[in-house]
């Protein structure tokens, strides 16, 4: 079995956020079975994906698994997952995934990005929970719950340079969703080509900081859409590798954009 780790939402090796990506010939196979090979490839997310018959409304089944725990959403290895499809001729054009969280469409460009339509996730305030301050490192300005399918706690900081200085206490920062915390605030100069930033701690999913979640634009992209006025917006995930998404608000649905990058090939036994 083909074996393929994409680098995702960056357009060169070595950055963005990393994925597994296997393509199988029939039915998923047991769970445990899933779990070890995500657990075995270690990266953030491993996508596991096989083709449907034709005449239904999607073409490839796909589900994500992290070391740990199988997530309902994951952006950046449904990037990657697409990326194979379209680079090794596996699928042409548009491509529907069947997922636990709907059916999501992955569409390629001629300049080489891909552009995923996922639903927009619902934010709703809420008040600042006792000690997430201290377990940040930060202030929040404003709080959200970002409902089910994203399931982090959405955490408004005073400014870019507070985000890039977090060092946060992971493990208490558990407490507080059921995924973790985004930590986002406006860009301080967006001529540097983004209009806000973030960086995510997902620690109740073996992940202490995630290099690029596309997931997680599906609440940024609403958030400062709003606060910015304009529905296409640029973001910066400032983690240690980086990466670039492209956000495009289209009420119940969020376009997120980027590119991907094949970095390893090879064949799995187990």
């Not at 445990?32 to 096989?50: G, K, R, S, Y």
């Not at 979640?213 to 980086?242: I, N, Y």
């Not at 956000?247 to 036994?269: D, F, K, N, P, Y």
């Amino acid at each position: 079995m083909r074996m393929r780790i994409v680098d995702a939402f960056t357009d060169r090796p070595f950055a963005g956020n990393p994925a597994g990506v296997l393509l199988l010939d029939d039915v998923f196979p047991d769970d445990d079975w899933l779990q070890n090979v995500a657990m075995e490839i270690n990266h953030a997310e491993t996508a596991f994906a096989h083709r449907l018959p034709g005449g239904g409304e999607a073409d490839w089944a796909l589900r994500w698994f992290t070391p740990v725990a199988e997530v309902a959403m994951c952006g950046h290895a449904t990037l990657a997952t697409a990326h194979v499809l379209h680079t090794t001729g596996a699928h042409e054009g548009a491509v529907r995934f069947a997922t636990r969280s709907g059916v999501l469409v992955a569409t390629p460009a001629a300049d080489g990005s891909i552009t995923l339509d996922f639903p927009t996730a619902p934010l709703t305030p809420v008040q600042i929970p006792a000690g997430v301050a201290e377990a940040l490192g930060a202030r929040p300005t404003a709080v959200f719950d970002t409902g089910p399918n994203v399931g982090d706690l959405l955490v408004e900081l005073a400014d870019e340079k507070t985000v890039l200085g977090l060092s946060p206490d992971h493990r208490s920062l558990g407490a507080y969703s059921a995924r973790g915390v985004i930590a986002t605030a406006r860009a301080e100069d967006p001529d540097l080509g983004y209009d806000f930033v973030s960086r995510c701690f997902f620690p109740n999913v073996g992940i202490d900081e995630d290099p690029v979640t596309g997931s997680a634009h599906t609440a940024l992209a609403p958030h400062w859409s709003a606060r910015l006025g304009r529905d296409d917006l640029t973001g910066l995930q400032a983690s240690r590798r980086t990466g670039l998404v492209r956000t495009g608000l289209r009420g119940t649905r969020t376009l997120l954009t980027g590119r991907a990058v094949t970095v390893i090939e090879g064949e799995l036994h187990g």
